[in-house]
């Protein structure tokens, strides 16, 4: 990591999810470009942890214990915000869980765990965004920037309430993106590929982990600064004409996906 | 069988282009639901053996033997047709020419002859057949085309940019003549065969990766085809519509 240049300087950024994996990455890169944050999530040691490292990095940091999908305490997390650090200027919806990944049948898949997949994974944008987005409208600028998934453009199997709640905030973007356009303020998506968040977890965790990356065009799996990197982009003035749009960033699957890893056949020209 | 709103009793279609299949597999599926049916491709061979379909059919066909990369010679055609049916309501731009290999070794020749079937013949039928249409304030254009359209294959380069040109030319069409009756649509075909095994290399690989685990059958597409050129879809326009075993869907 080179040193930060201040691009973000001034500016407070909202992390959910930030205590652990891309949400962390994002906010010490941000930090890193002079951003002071704020980090939203549940386990409290975990944001304190981040808050920490971004306060050694340099710019201000809060930790807010949140639950994205309880409206009263996304609104105390703005509110909160807005008091104690005097702004508000960028928004990261990047809290998540992949629930019910382990592949069974839907009918075994019990109301709780969809109420949560979709709470968590969409409605927690919804709530987030609208806790934000009228001091957005006020002040004359924001971003926002959505954390979706390849699982929310295409059907993962067995991957129900992930990959239907991902493909809610895609679309959640666009509308918001189209509605809030002419209020200068950008909001846009990014569905990561497959990336190792394991170093940036509390505890030892195999989330994020992979026998193999064969099966990943660029040959590897993704690193947690990609996606971060992505982010600050997508926080900065250098993507102010960019709204609405979907970044996908997975090392090239996504651009793929109709034939499998290592196909690449030689078949002659014929015409007769 | 065809539901009856989608009967084609009367209409006129021209299935143009080569492919190793299609003009077949097409014309019988457009005789079947009633239409009369005219084939444009070089293999003459070919269009006759679609043609005795269409006549199995107890379909009237035409044979124009036809090279779709070259403008005038689709132009009289497309005016043989037009003395022939008197109209064309419905075009299938059938041209398909393969090859896979890795971008470096693909030549100048291969790369420019690729965007010429696939491409740019599509074009001449459109413009040739577009013209007809408007006079006739409706039609029904059909590109057949492939998942290759949007996606990515090693070794497919040459056949994913000409198909990926196939697919915008029908956006920008359908746009274009929205406002003239005439619908441009594209059909994405998905891995397909005659045959349940080809014996094309890594065959087994990619059957394994296809949802079905099976390549798609050429008469499969028939029934998409002749719902997309029925009266019943005027209001359906501009869109690529898969056949293709869930190919397209999955992660
Ligand atoms: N890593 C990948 O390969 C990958 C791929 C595609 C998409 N994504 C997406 O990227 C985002 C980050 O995931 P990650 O890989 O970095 O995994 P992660 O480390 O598990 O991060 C998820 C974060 O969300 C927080 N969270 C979960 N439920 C929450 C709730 N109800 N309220 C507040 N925060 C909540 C968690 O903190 P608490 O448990 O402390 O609340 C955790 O910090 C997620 O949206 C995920 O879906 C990741």
New interface residues.
Partial sequence: MATGNGTLAGKVAIITGGGTGLGKMMALLMAKEGADIVVAARRIGAIEQTADEVREIGPRALAIPTDVTDPAQVNNLVERTLVEMGGLDILVNNAGIVRGQERRPLWEVTDEEWRIGIDTNLSGAFYCCRAAIKHFVDQGHGKIINIAS??G?????GDFMYGTAKAGVINFTRVLATTFAQDNIQINCIAPGFVNVRELQPEPSTRGSFLTSDFIPVGRIGVPEDIGHLALFLASDASDYITGALFANDGGGL??????T??????????? | MVAGDFRLEGKKALVAGDSKYWSKYAGAALAEAGADVAFAARNAKRIEEAAGEVSRHGQKALTLKTDMTDAAQVQKMVDQVVAGFGRIDILVNANELLLAKPLLETSESEWHRMIDVNLNSAFHGCQAVGRQMIKQEKGRIINLISCLAERGVANFAAYCAAMGGVLQLTRALDIEWGRHGITVNAIGTGWMSETEKTGAPQEELLLKYIPLKRYGRPEEVGSLLVYLVSDTTDFLTGQLLYVDGAAMCHL
Avoid: C, F, K, Q
Wanted: proline residues 8%; negative net charge.
């Fill in positions: 390849g699982n453009m295409r059907g993962n199997r651009a793929g996906g109709v034939s499998p290592g196909y690449a056949p030689v078949i002659a020209m014929e015409e007769d």
